[in-house]
């Protein structure tokens, strides 16, 4: 088989832990696999570099935040590299360049347009283990870039598509994709399976398992992905297209998402078009809105509210100001103050009484909602951001029970 690895940060943070993953990756090898192992930068080395560009620089260009973050990822492949070499194992590092990963030039955000295989394909044919840089690439200036904030998940799962591969495993610190988060939610569960579109949902809402982009290219290329411990012998989460009947669960999970900010425009008149002309102002800014309440009309008047992530309130806030009179409402106000909490599955379209469950577990806790969504795989509800995690703990409990 070939097989694409992808080893995260925390996996190769120090010597003995990238000895464990040469380990795993010469298994495999040995086991008569093509190996293609994409890696990360060690432990907290991008935000320490980043942290060394502002002590130069606040607002760096760039282009050369870029050219510093793209060493983290190498000194991890050479590193590693030189751990297989030692092992006796044939070895290969290559950077984002050398593997031909074509992006655009939206440095910090790149888009990966294509894959030149012919190298890689080289490498393995001849018998080699080869270890790529993940998170970078080059643009068609020839100039180094980066896919973004955990993108090398993004790489190992575009070089898995490129390639042709059987599959696509992500090595990470936790065993795989969870009910809830483990570390604040008592009984949450590793899931055995999860459909890409669930997963784009757990991954949305701050399930930080998976980069969200890597999930919206498996899905388009069908690669097959699991998500499994560097550290403990498990097999862990596989996530693909369809779900067996045994691995399909009505409920896959219960996130929260704190990260938003929920704005009320009051007296928008209430005309065709008002709304239209509000979303595409925000829409026309690249600000994404998800969940939106308009309360009916009352005097010609109505007011709307919605949220949007909390990075772009202020953005957001200075844009309805500026266009306050083209608009013609008559008060704006932003609470960042609140948090989503949702439950994805992808039978829950099928299964009427779930909304009823959730809110129940909600109303028992004595917890309030402010606003509710709902789309076929996912039920959201907005509340108070102190409240969140209760509300997360006590949903799940709902539904998946306390654990033994
Ligand atoms: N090293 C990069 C980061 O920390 C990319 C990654 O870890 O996936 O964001
Ligand atoms: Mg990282």
């Given at each position: ?256 998402d704190a990260?938003i900010a929920r704005f009320t425009v ?23 809105v998800d969940l939106i309440l ?9 007011d709307v509210s919605f949220t949007l992530r909390r990075?772009?309130a202020?953005?957001a806030r ?14 704006l106000a932003v609470d960042a103050d609140v948090a989503k ?29 402010q606003m509710?969504a ?7 509800v907005l509340l108070r951001r ?19």
């Amino acid at each position: 088989m070939r097989i694409v690895q992808k080893f995260g940060g925390s996996s190769v943070a120090d010597a003995a832990r990238i000895q464990r993953v040469a380990g795993i990756i010469a298994e495999t090898r040995r086991a008569g696999h093509q190996v293609v192992a994409v890696l990360s930068a060690q432990g907290d080395t991008t935000d320490e570099l980043i942290e060394k560009a502002r002590d130069l620089n606040p607002a760096p260009s760039p282009r050369e935040l870029d050219a510093l973050l793209c060493v983290g990822e190498q000194i991890s492949v050479a590193l590693m590299a030189m751990a297989l070499e030692a092992m006796g194992q044939p070895t290969v590092s290559l950077t984002g360049w050398q593997i031909g990963l074509r992006t655009d030039s939206r440095h910090g955000a790149a888009r990966i347009r294509s894959i030149d295989g012919a190298r890689l394909l080289q490498e393995l044919e001849a018998g080699k283990i080869v270890l790529v840089c993940g998170f970078q690439g080059i643009d068609e200036a020839g100039d180094q870039t980066t896919l973004g904030r955990g993108g090398s998940d993004t790489s190992a799962v575009a070089i898995a598509a490129a390639l042709g591969a059987d599959k696509c495993q992500i090595y990470t610190d936790v065993e795989g994709v969870y009910t809830a988060d483990p570390r604040h939610v008592p009984g949450a569960r590793k899931l055995a399976a999860v459909s890409y579109d669930e997963m784009l949902e757990l991954a949305s809402l701050g399930n930080q398992v998976l980069h969200n982009r890597s999930v919206e290219l498996a899905k388009r290329y069908g690669v097959d992905l699991e998500v499994r411990s560097s550290f403990v012998r498990a097999p862990g989460t596989v996530v693909k297209e369809e779900l067996t009947p045994m691995e399909r669960m009505i409920i896959s999970g219960v996130a929260k998402d704190a990260d938003i900010a929920r704005f009320t425009v009051r007296g928008l008149p209430d005309r065709p078009g008002a709304a239209l002309r509000l979303f595409a102002l925000l829409s026309g800014a690249d600000i994404n809105v998800d969940l939106i309440l308009q309360s009916v009309g009352t005097e010609g008047r109505s007011d709307v509210s919605f949220t949007l992530r909390r990075d772009d309130a202020v953005k957001a806030r200075a844009l309805l100001d500026a266009n306050a009179a083209a608009l013609g409402y008559r008060a704006l106000a932003v609470d960042a103050d609140v948090a989503k909490v949702s439950i994805v599955g992808a039978g829950l379209m099928d299964a009427p009484g779930m909304a009823v469950r959730m809110f129940e577990a909600l109303a028992e806790a004595g917890l309030n909602i402010q606003m509710i969504a709902s789309s076929e795989i996912k039920l959201s509800v907005l509340l108070r951001r102190a409240e969140a995690d209760a509300a997360v703990q006590a949903i799940h409990r709902r539904f998946f029970g306390d654990g033994e």
